[in-house]
């Protein structure tokens, strides 16, 4: 086993030689990369909104939008369908989704519903199979009463397609404002993820994905006073519109647009010559200006006016013929709003309304600091580790962080590969699998040690040590991907970022072990042929440990009933202190722009801006910020505004490091995400230990993760840290590192069942649990010291996802041997049962053969 042919590791150092290769660019200045050979590769990883700064947005498009658009079409059909085919009608209107009326004449039942046959008519959607959907359905009543009904499929399908709309169209608009990389993809049926790295200017993207941008041209109605229009009744083919200056001007305008920004070509923006006013000129296409032109000459002496979603711009008189298919408009513009309006005209217009139901901008400024941050905090964790590793192991401890270097190479190297996103998390998940990836190796040198003790040759306690270990390497590292897999399908944004990296580290850790770890001791063995165990081990004063566990299991039990029924009447009672992921509304990082921030002025300045409930902290160094405000009644947009009052009192005297603003809908959905993820990572873990094991296994593994997630919700119940989304990530973490230490014990209790059949459970648990002692120990301290690297030097951003998982180590390596082993006690677990499953696998493996 410990042998390799000189092609397989020729292999190995290929596959180590080409990671490195791959991961270097992510270490060498841009200038030089640039520089490099062709044949160099220069792909990297790209970094994350939170480390290069940028803004994420989720838009949502409004359904009610959609409603009316369609409503407005349905009503305008019903009534031109029915005046065409001469049928008198009453009380035409509209309600939610449907149109009514009542003909004049019942007998003309039949002629209406033949004169309506056009709007109940199938619509193609595409496919594969050519679908097809019913957009509106007719119903009438002996009476002549008629009801035109919007379908909700047809709704739907209206929906997806101005989705699939407003996704061109935002790219357009993003593409104009000269950003680099952006990203723009639908989620689900009626939203559209915006991801702009390296973003200055947050609020100008947010402002022109907000517009609409519909633009339309529209005669001034004469026939009476505005103001008489205001207080009486309008006629019937106009309407009052505002205009957008301050106090609004409202115009009586007719109805009807003359012509629409769908025939313009192009918009730029410039200035007045006769004042220097910021305008934006326009050219429309051929069948734009030729119908500008016939309308412009029939109305020469008559105001018009630009309507933009539905404000006026400008009402100027047409004092001659406009020929040339150009123009001008003006209002009240500064150069930048001249700039938006010319973007917004040349990407056109969108099918709906776009609101902003989630956003999370960070600084460059943070970015920055959280890439020194994590850099920091990644490379003291490995020089912890390592100088750990070699206080122990001695030579072996080397071999194993060679590994483990190698291991973090092939993580960022994958990562460069699949063009991965590396969030602040996720330098997190590398970090943690620093941590993590020795335990391959301590529970490799652990088995080999005892084989020697059993009197084995060194070369032959390796291999039978690296056979018996490497079940249980599978084994626990496969509990904690179940949960990594999970919790990337279901997680979103950074969260994922983790998931991702822990997922790949997991796998490279596994690969590492197997192959570079191997060839390493192989090489070693060869070289220096030792007769005996390396000076350099020094865990063997782990033998004398004869630790009676069990003794003490009602006692613990009983301590840890009651921490856990404290944390559930904790959560009753007090309650979680919850992120915006789950209530809704924002949080905003500050920076003061000179010296420290004045708390106590911020309350006093952001109480008279009637937000509801602020909370204003201090957060980390003396000049920065955290501040809270609760979710706002009045509805998605309500949160945006209340972020922008924050900006106009606040911008002059601080900088908005961090901004992030969630949507009531977002919130509730991200909550239920999170609950359904922790579920399924229990359930797909308990049926693989089922799987593995036997059942009383699954229940003790459920219990001890029970405990050690009830623990920890206590821990954010009585600290008052602040649980988001990544306290989710973090639960799920805990997860999987509980049932890789539980998977362990659990292992060497399945053997020793079958090979001391009469020994008390008690003592055999208390065996099982003796002889892991080392490799428990020693992969907990190794995983908390990266962890502990992480608290102490990983930035304020993710102290509290990091706390967490430190404190989630500790309750895992305590439940592993305290919750998780007296289950089988409890449910009388005995050594038979393993002897009936190796009897029915033998009898298998013989009906098979024959």
Same mark, same amino acid.
């Given at each position: 086993?410990?042998?390799? #042919? ?11 030689? $080409? ?24 792909? +990297? ?21 959609? $409603?009316?658009?369609?409503?407005? @079409? ?21 309600? %939610? ?71 061109? *169209? ?7 404002? &000269?950003? @680099? ?14 991801? /702009? ?8 993207? =947010? ?6 941008? =519909? ?44 012509? +629409? ?62 020929? %040339? ?29 776009? +609101? ?72 997190? &998940?590398? $970090? ?26 060194? +070369? ?30 279901? %997680? ?80 009753? @009672? =007090? ?10 509304? #924002?949080?905003?990082?500050? =920076?003061?722009?000179? &010296? ?38 009045? %509805? ?25 603003? $969630? ?22 873990? !308990? /049926? ?44 799920? @973490? ?33 065996? #099982? ?14 995983? !908390? ?19 967490? !998982?430190?404190?989630? *180590?500790?309750?895992?390596?305590? #439940? ?35």
């Amino acid at each position: 086993m410990l042998y390799f #042919s000189r092609w397989k590791a020729i292999a190995i150092w290929l596959v180590t030689l $080409v990671s490195i290769l791959i991961a270097a660019p992510n270490f060498i200045p841009k200038d030089v990369l640039d520089s490099m050979p062709s044949w160099f590769p220069k792909t +990297t990883m790209t970094l994350g909104l939170d480390l290069q700064g940028g803004s994420h947005i989720m838009l949502q498009v409004e359904r009610s939008d959609i $409603v009316k658009e369609r409503m407005e @079409t349905v009503l305008d059909d019903v009534r031109g369908n029915l005046r065409k085919a001469s049928i008198g009608y009453t009380g035409l209107a509209t309600r %939610g989704q449907q149109v009514t009326f009542k003909l004049r004449d019942p007998s003309q039942i039949d002629a209406a519903k033949e004169a309506l046959k056009d709007l109940t008519q199938l619509v193609s959607v595409g496919g594969f199979a050519g679908s097809s959907i019913q957009e509106a359905t007719v119903s009438n009543a002996a009476d002549g009463s008629f009801e035109v009904n919007l379908t909700d499929e047809g709704l739907n399908y209206r929906i997806q397609s101005a989705v699939s709309q407003s996704i061109e *169209v935002v790219r357009r608009r993003v593409d104009e404002l &000269g950003t @680099t990389e952006p990203l723009i993809q639908r989620q689900g049926v009626d939203r559209i993820i915006v991801q /702009v790295p390296g973003l200055d200017d947050p609020q100008r993207l =947010k402002a022109i994905l907000n517009k609409t941008a =519909k633009l339309t041209f529209h005669l001034v109605d004469n026939s009476m006073p505005v103001q008489e229009a205001m207080n009486g009744r309008p006629p019937a083919s106009s309407e009052v519109v505002y205009s957008n200056d301050d106090p609004p001007v409202p115009y009586l305008l007719q109805k009807r647009a003359i012509l +629409t920004g769908e025939n313009l070509v192009d918009a730029q923006p410039g200035f007045n010559p006769e004042n220097n006013a910021a305008i934006v000129s326009f050219r429309f296409d051929s069948a734009g200006a030729q119908k500008f032109g016939r309308i412009t000459q029939e109305h020469v002496g008559e105001p018009f006016a630009i309507v933009l979603d539905n404000q006026v711009i400008t009402a100027p008189v047409i004092n001659e013929p406009i020929l %040339g298919g150009a123009g001008q408009i003006s209002g009240n513009f500064t150069a930048q709003s001249a700039s938006d309006l010319a973007v917004l005209l040349r990407a056109g217009a969108l099918p709906a309304t776009l +609101t902003v139901v989630e956003e999370r901008t960070v600084g460059p400024g943070l970015g920055a600091d959280s890439i020194r941050a994590g850099f920091i905090a990644g490379v003291i964790g490995l020089i912890a580790v390592i100088a750990f590793m070699q206080l122990f192991y001695g030579t072996l401890g080397a071999i194993a962080s060679v590994a483990m270097v190698i291991n973090v190479v092939m993580i960022i190297a994958i990562l460069s590969m699949l063009g991965a996103t590396l969030t602040l998390p996720g330098i997190a &998940g590398i $970090v943690l699998t620093i941590g993590q990836a020795v335990d391959s190796n301590v529970l490799f040198y652990e088995r080999f040690r005892e084989e020697v003790k059993a009197g084995r040759p060194i +070369t032959q306690a390796m291999e039978t040590g690296f056979n018996k270990a490497f079940g249980t390497i599978i084994d626990a590292n496969l509990t904690t991907l179940i949960a990594a897999v999970i919790l990337f399908y279901m %997680g979103s944004g950074p969260v994922r970022g983790f998931a991702v990296t822990l997922s790949i580290g997991i796998i490279t850790t596994v690969f590492t072990a197997y192959t570079v770890s191997r060839l390493m001791i192989s090489i070693w063995l060869r070289r220096t042929r030792p007769k005996a165990l390396p000076k350099g081990v020094r865990t063997g004063f782990f033998d004398f440990a004869q630790i009676r566990f069990m003794s003490v299991r009602k006692w613990t039990f009983a301590i840890s009933a009651a921490l856990a029924v404290a944390s559930v009447v904790g959560f009753a @009672t =007090k309650g979680l202190e919850l992120g915006i992921d789950f209530t809704g509304g #924002s949080m905003i990082e500050l =920076k003061a722009k000179q &010296g420290d921030a004045n708390l106590g002025d911020i309350r006093d300045r952001l109480g008279g801006l009637n937000l509801g409930g602020v909370q204003v902290q201090g957060f980390g160094d003396p000049s920065s910020v955290l501040v809270r405000v609760q979710s706002q009644d009045a %509805g998605e947009n309500a949160e945006q505004s209340a972020v922008n009052k924050i900006r106009g009192e606040l911008s002059d005297d601080y900088d908005f490091r961090r901004v992030e603003v $969630v949507g009531p809908s977002v919130s509730g959905e991200l909550a239920m995400t999170g609950a359904i993820g922790v579920g399924l990572s229990l359930l797909a873990i !308990m /049926v693989y230990i089922w799987f593995r094991f036997e059942w009383q296994f699954a229940v003790g593994a459920i219990v001890a993760t029970l405990h050690d997630l009830l623990l920890t919700l206590g821990l954010f119940v009585f600290t008052g840290l602040e649980f988001d989304i990544t306290s989710i990530a973090a639960i799920l @973490t805990i997860v999987g590192y509980s049932l890789n230490d539980t998977v362990v014990v659990y292992d060497r209790m399945r053997e020793n069942l079958r090979r001391y059949k009469k020994m008390p459970l008690e003592v055999l648990i208390d065996t #099982s649990i003796n002889s892991t002692l080392s490799r428990t120990i020693l992969t907990s301290v190794t995983t !908390m010291i990266a962890i502990a690297a992480l608290v102490l030097f990983g930035g304020e951003v993710i102290r509290g996802f990091t706390i967490s !998982m430190l404190f989630g *180590v500790v309750v895992g390596t305590f #439940s592993s041997i305290y919750m998780a082993a007296p289950v089988l006690i409890l449910f009388k677990l005995r050594s038979d049962a393993f002897d009936k499953k190796d009897e029915k696998d033998e009898k298998a493996g013989e009906a098979q053969a024959v």
